[in-house]
């Protein structure tokens, strides 16, 4: 049986810990910059979504909620990662997820004309 020597990792490979460090600091901007948006969202629906022309608002709308969701399912994963360790952004993602989703619910969701009745009796009673 012959003896295997083992050349030292490539630079770019033994610098492994180095890239995870500028991954999750760009994630963390990243992380940032959706949650900003997010939020910026909740002023425009209160500015536009009551207002005429309420079609191409609303489908306005639908679309900037289902591209926010997808980005959000993505960093979702990146924070499900075991090597992600900031438990405290995941938490913030996943509720951020759920409150997209609410929204898209609210707004967008097909109601049969029973819970429609139901909701506006319930809204305006």
């Known amino acids: 049986m012959s003896a ?3 050349e ?3 630079l ?3 610098q492994l810990g180095n890239f995870e460090a500028r991954m999750t600091r ?5 992380m940032e910059d959706w949650d900003e948006v997010c939020s910026a969202l909740g002023e425009w629906e209160s500015k536009y979504l009551t207002r ?3 079609e191409a608002v609303l489908e306005q709308h639908r679309t ?9 399912k993505l960093l979702e994963g990146a924070t499900d990662y075991s090597g992600f360790l900031d438990r405290s952004a995941a938490i ?3 509720a951020r997820l759920r409150h997209l989703q609410d929204k ?3 707004w967008h969701r097909e109601m049969s004309p029973d819970e429609e009745a139901r909701l506006l009796r319930a809204a305006f009673a």
């Open 4 to 6: 295997i020597t083992l």
């Open 8 to 10: 030292p990792l490539p």
């Open 12 to 14: 770019e490979v033994g």
């Open 26 to 30: 760009s994630l963390r901007a990243a």
């Open 52 to 54: 005429a022309p309420f």
């Open 64 to 72: 900037w909620v289902t591209g926010l969701l997808a980005w959000g």
């Open 92 to 94: 913030r993602v996943k």
């Open 104 to 106: 898209l619910d609210l």
